[in-house]
């Protein structure tokens, strides 16, 4: 089976250049939840430089709390939150000579449009504004509203699984303002990776560049995905 590995990066974590040749995606932030024009360059570089596929990663204007605290957002808001985001990292893209092939939603906004309807059209306006939207694939959360929705237009959906953060039996994300929201065990994480893969049926997994131990748990997910036969490839 495909697996890709993705990562967020261009926040100024520090980790891209340590990930950057262990994933086969990247998730590039397009400057509003975190990181600067530099930041993602740089990260754009980096992704051209060891071949791995770029995806826009746009969220909330929140950097006191890195785009993870849900706002309440009118659908044309985030229509134009978008519309900017992804209008932004595509002109740094373009500059950098790399191509944009998917888009993926960050933080609270990920939550938000894989729940709600009203944010997850917003969000896709969004998309067709820019892309092609019969082609440009998007990755969100298996069984959402926003997995609905793209399939429903006819676009690509992805569904991404998370090694770092720990779920609820509805299959949504312990929320970060609990204390057991994130995984710190490399074992635990690799059984995680494990179980999504077998019985959540995912196509690419997510390390957060800003999780503590991201580097050893990206190593560590790569061998055993390798040694149970995956081939890791970027899904775009």
């Known amino acids: 089976m ?30 509003f939840h975190a990181g600067d024009a530099e930041t993602v360059i740089r990260a754009l570089e980096l992704a051209g430089h060891n071949g791995v596929c770029v995806g826009a990663h746009p969220g909330y204007l929140d950097r006191e709390h890195s785009g993870r605290r ?7 808001h985030i229509l134009f939150l978008g519309l900017q985001q992804l209008g ?9 000579n790399v191509p944009v092939n998917y888009v993926k939603p960050h933080g609270a906004l990920y939550h938000q449009v894989c729940r709600d309807g009203s ?5 896709m306006h969004a998309v067709y504004g820019f892309f092609d939207p019969k082609r440009l694939p998007v990755v969100g959360l298996p069984g959402s509203v926003l997995h609905s929705l793209v399939e429903k237009c006819g676009t690509p959906f992805i569904p991404e699984g998370f090694a770092d953060r720990r779920y609820r039996p509805d299959g949504t994300l312990v929320p970060r303002t609990e204390s057991n929201a994130i ?7 690799v059984e995680q990776v494990e179980w999504l893969v077998r019985e959540k049926g995912v196509r ?22 390798l040694e149970a036969g995956h081939e890791l490839k970027a899904f775009a």
């Open 2 to 31: 495909l697996i890709d590995l993705n990562a967020d990066l261009g926040e100024g974590a520090g980790t891209d250049a340590d990930l950057m040749p262990l994933i086969t995606s990247a998730n590039i932030s397009c400057g």
């Open 70 to 76: 849900e706002l309440p957002f009118e659908r044309d």
């Open 88 to 96: 932004a990292l595509r002109a740094l893209a373009d500059w950098i």
């Open 119 to 123: 944010y997850a059209e917003g969000f």
């Open 183 to 189: 995984l710190h065990d490399v074992k635990e994480v």
């Open 204 to 225: 690419t997994i997510c390390v957060h560049g800003d999780t503590p131990g991201a580097v050893d748990f990206v190593r560590a997910v790569r061998v055993a995905l």
